[in-house]
């Protein structure tokens, strides 16, 4: 079984999670980024209880480039602390996990 990640990403807003997932995607750290809209979040920050409504990435990429993806959503999030959790794919469709690994795989000629 390949080493593939399915990453949790909440947004401010759906122009931010377009933003990251296209991103993420033309870089090829990305093979996938769905969109969930309408996630309501209830969470305790500096001190105080915050009840917001968000967009949630789920996005599927190798486990090798984790710290490379992170790094590029923190620099397009809006958030000081943004939702940034990974859990591995213990199983899947074979060709599904074929084509991950193949949508982010360097190509000759990348600079990414």
Known sequence: MPD????FVTTAN???AVQIAKTLVTERLAACA?????????YRWKGEIWDTEERLLIIKT?????PALEKRIRALHSYEVPEIVAIPIVAGSAPYLEWVLECTQE??????
């Open 107 to 112: 190509q000759a000629g990348d600079s990414g």
């Open 14 to 16: 759906e122009e931010e």
């Open 62 to 66: 190798r486990a090798t480039l984790f």
């Open 4 to 7: 593939i990640l399915t990453v």
């Open 34 to 42: 769905n969109m969930v809209p309408g996630v309501r979040s209830i």
